[in-house]
């Protein structure tokens, strides 16, 4: 069963990432924000959410405590009140160079190639992609509600 063998592989994942990211004081989703802040140095919760694929129910309070422990910073966009925009501290930026380390160790425990990881990216992607999509039988019925 193709869900189960990536079930598994999530679990698999974070059980590789929690040592390393122990470490440093982070958990698994607090580190995927900071790779999007890192790639876009500032975002919008909803930016957030929507590349990572949290709703802000679970965003909130992570972001809460990454500017606990003054990773980021959080403020009211000024043109528009309801957004939030997220940025990145020094202490939040300087953490990028801690996590090159993660990265090489975990590269180093998947075995495989850049390439590799890149094609199983790309499949992977792919594939939520799809599975995100309404089956054109559901969208008509969501229409009919």
Known sequence: MLCFAV??????????????LDRLGLTY???????????????????IGEQLGLDSGTLSPLLKRLDTAGLVSRTRDRKDERQVNIALTEKGEALQADVGHVQMVFGNAIGCSTEEARSLQIVLEALTQKLSQPEP???ADADDV
């Open 7 to 20: 079930y598994s592989l999530s679990h698999a994942f974070n059980r590789t990432y929690k040592p390393l």
């Open 29 to 47: 989703p607090q580190y995927l924000v900071l790779l999007a802040l890192w790639q876009h140095k500032v975002m919008t919760v909803k930016q």
């Open 137 to 139: 039988s559901e969208a």
